[in-house]
């Protein structure tokens, strides 16, 4: 600290401004405190030492409450209130106990109701927290407010927001690791950014499907395990993301709605090691040979648990035609396996998948991945060829709702996840395995052979249901009702996957 050069002065209160140099500076600055005032995490808290003559009677050196915000100024004001609440609350006891109080700062002539319920509680040591005790007697908590159960409850059921079966089932399972890590009855305000980031850490060391594999294990002693034991198969970045992007999305909500101040887990992802366009790749040729050579297309002994074996059956049901449907349509697997009889229309003259949630027959058991994912799409000539239309009518005939009713819907309600199962199993049987390769497989084959046909890349996306612009054509892209399905038809029907033989179909 340095001053200036310091001359003989009046130093009286008269006269100090009068004597104050217009040259006279100090080099360091300082920064106002205000006692009791102190931080956990990003969050301001208020502590004060309670009197010595009353530690016994409430078993304690300090008492401390969160002031639940991360503003300096605003954490000021709050404490002054917090510090007359104590000062009322020590009054109390002091009455309580028998010994001399002052009558002026009691809660009822001096401030409102929060202290009277923390005098009510008194005999519960949950309402007081972060004390530093005196050995031998228990340490007390504090109500700091609503819990991240109780957070996660009111998220889930706020009825302003729309979401997917999926994605609640998403959030659920987000919520279930939250909660064992940071504890389900921790106040929402105590959450903070280190905290966030040691939750990241144990997710990048969490197993798949650890809830199944690890039996009743913590989610960090399930980490701990798999940290120690290479053999165990950890989630990838992309699923680790998908946690955190979750569990970010709720704090966001939370700030919304004025529960907390910010957010201490935002922006915090793991660092993708893999490019995106490898995460999955499309099958190769020979692999779509093989699937479509297997004995489910030539003959085998049964549909059911016969279907590697050669014989003389050929299959009719959804191991036929799910793998025909995703090769010349490229729709999700869960679109296809959750169609409708009635989702197969004439539309202006064109056959048509119609992808969406509403079902004529009044059930709601469907869900879309994203609001792009509702279209219609046109049914390639080459399934129509093959007999799909007979397959449907056939269908509608016996009165089923469902076209792929040989599928059971799951616990979930999800009919793809018995289908997923077994086509995995299935591309092992026909040897037509590969690293990066599963249904989705046909999703991307779907969209190269859009590039390789030189179809619009517009109505591509249209087709596949994916985003079509980015935020600048958002609100284009709104405006009229997409394209006719003649446009459509002609677009998909120029769909080929050179060299791939289905002429034994």
Request: proline fraction near 4%; include cysteine.
């Amino acid at each position: 600290m340095l001053h200036n050069h310091v001359q003989e002065q009046d130093l009286t209160p008269l006269y100090r401004s009068r004597n104050r140099l217009g040259d006279c500076y100090t080099r360091t600055s300082h920064k106002r405190s205000v006692r009791g005032l102190c931080l956990r995490g990003s969050i301001y808290r208020f502590r004060i030492r309670v009197p010595f003559d009353l530690r016994e009677a409430m078993g304690c050196l300090e008492v401390s409450r969160s002031l639940r915000t991360d503003s300096f100024s605003l954490a000021v004001r709050h404490a002054r209130r917090v510090a007359a609440e104590f000062e009322s609350m020590f009054e109390a006891k002091r009455r309580e106990i028998g010994s001399g109080f002052n009558a002026d700062l009691l809660a009822e002539n001096s401030v409102g109701t929060t202290v009277s319920k923390t005098m009510h509680k008194r005999s519960n040591p949950s309402s007081i927290s972060n004390v530093r005790a005196i050995p031998g007697v228990r340490e007390p908590e504090v109500n700091a407010g609503p819990t991240l159960a109780e957070i996660y409850d009111r998220y889930l059921k706020d009825p302003t927001k729309r979401r997917s079966d999926r994605t609640i089932l998403a959030h659920h399972t987000t919520r279930r690791v939250v909660e064992d890590f940071f504890g389900a009855s921790t106040p929402i305000s105590d959450l903070n950014r280190e905290g966030c980031r040691k939750l990241l850490e144990t997710l990048r060391w969490l197993p798949v499907n650890y809830s199944k594999k690890c039996g009743q294990l913590s989610v960090r002693e399930a980490a701990g395990l798999a940290r120690q034991d290479a053999g165990i198969r950890t989630i990838n970045a992309t699923n680790l993301n998908a946690y955190m992007a979750r569990f970010a999305t709720m704090l966001n909500w939370a700030v919304s709605e004025e529960y907390v101040t910010r957010n201490p887990a935002r922006g915090l992802q793991w660092a993708e090691t893999v490019h995106p366009q490898d995460r999955r790749k499309p099958f190769e040729l020979w692999q779509l040979q093989r699937i479509f050579s297997a004995p489910i297309y030539t003959g085998c002994r049964d549909e059911q648990n016969g279907y590697a074996i050669p014989g003389s059956v050929i299959a009719s049901g959804a191991r036929y035609w799910v793998p025909l449907i995703g090769l010349f349509s490229g729709m999700r697997l869960n679109e296809v396996c959750q169609l409708d009889v009635t989702d197969v229309r004439l539309i202006e003259g064109v056959p048509c998948f119609v992808i969406t949630e509403e079902s004529l027959s009044g059930a709601r058991d469907k869900s879309l991945k994203t609001k792009t994912s509702a279209r219609i799409v046109p049914i390639h000539p080459r399934l129509l060829d093959l007999g799909i239309m007979a397959f449907v009518e056939g269908k509608r005939r016996s009165g089923s709702l469902k076209l792929f009713d040989d599928l059971p819907p799951g616990a979930k309600g999800f009919r793809s996840v018995a289908f997923s199962r077994w086509f995995s199993r299935f591309l092992v049987s026909v040897g037509a395995d590969a690293p990066r390769t599963c249904y989705h497989s046909f999703r991307h084959g779907f969209r190269d052979a859009g590039r390789n046909a030189l179809i619009d890349r517009d109505i591509t996306l249209t087709l596949g249901g994916w985003i079509t612009g980015g935020s600048q054509s958002e609100a284009a892209d709104a405006y009229g009702s997409g394209y006719r399905p003649q446009i459509l038809l002609e677009a998909i029907s120029a769909i080929k996957f050179s060299g791939l033989d289905l002429s034994h179909l």
